[in-house]
């Protein structure tokens, strides 16, 4: 297990974030969800930087889209997106079933329940940032009750926990851009500060 810590990190430093992932994945088959806070953090970076070059290529393809001068292009800028769109949700997907099936099933105390809960959250408001219908939907409805259950599992959580903090942001982002709703992301974010 050392070994394949040891190999995360290095698969890290080489930006080979789906090396890292992979060296990750039996060691959180074999914990559960009993990780170290260092491993949570090496298992989140994997996770996150798998998927940063999708969502930033979604971003910056809609972009392009948006400006009249390449409209010419649009069939092409809009296949090449969904093909993307598809990859991020296939990955986003995966880390959602690596979660649930792994680290969930041994979780017992909170912190770490809020850690994986919110992350769950968090991958499935990746997937909906670019989803439409049902895959919207879906994603939608998983990170709503996700960030829920995260909530409840932080409630002990001391007011300045990094986890409990994460968690208050990244839902108050949810319902601002998700959800589209203003007001419960201000709510949110006030009543953690």
């Given at each position: 297990?050392?070994e394949?810590?040891?190999?995360?990190?290095?698969?890290?430093?080489?930006?080979?974030?789906?090396d890292?992932?992979?060296?990750?994945?039996?060691?959180?088959?074999?914990?559960?969800g009993?990780?170290?806070?260092e491993?949570?953090?090496l298992?989140?970076?994997?996770?996150?930087?798998l998927?940063?070059g999708?969502?930033?290529?979604?971003?910056?393809?809609?972009?392009?889209?948006?400006n009249?001068?390449?409209?010419?292009?649009?069939?092409?800028?809009g296949?090449?997106?969904?093909k993307i769109?598809l990859?991020?949700?296939?990955?986003?997907?995966?880390?959602?079933?690596?979660?649930k099936q792994d680290?969930?099933k041994?979780?017992?105390?909170?912190?770490?329940?809020a850690?994986?809960l919110?992350?769950?959250?968090?991958?499935y408001?990746?997937?909906?940032e670019?989803?439409?219908?049902?895959?919207?939907?879906?994603?939608?409805?998983g990170?709503?009750?996700?960030?829920?259950?995260a909530?409840?599992a932080?409630?002990?959580?001391?007011?300045?926990?990094?986890?409990?903090l994460?968690?208050?942001?990244?839902?108050?982002?949810?319902y601002?851009?998700?959800?589209q709703?203003?007001k419960?992301?201000?709510a949110?974010?006030?009543?953690a500060?």
């Open positions: 297990m050392e394949k810590i040891f190999m995360a990190r290095v698969a890290e430093q080489a930006e080979r974030f789906d890292m992932v992979d060296f990750l994945r039996p060691i959180l088959r074999e914990k559960g009993d990780f170290s806070v491993e949570r953090n298992l989140s970076v994997g996770f996150k930087n998927i940063g999708k969502r930033t290529a979604i971003r910056t393809i809609s972009a392009i889209e948006q009249p001068k390449y409209s010419k292009f649009g069939g092409a800028l296949q090449y997106k969904k769109e990859e991020l949700q296939k990955d986003c997907q995966n880390i959602i079933n690596m979660i680290a969930m041994s979780l017992s105390d909170a912190e770490g329940k850690f994986f919110k992350m769950v959250g968090d991958y408001r990746y997937m909906a670019s989803a439409q219908g049902d895959v919207l939907a879906q994603a939608r409805d990170a709503l009750e996700h960030y829920k259950q909530d409840a932080g409630k002990e959580l001391p007011a300045c926990n990094p986890i409990k994460g968690l208050a942001l990244n839902f108050s982002v949810f601002y851009e998700v959800m709703d203003n419960q992301a201000c949110l974010a006030e009543t500060l």
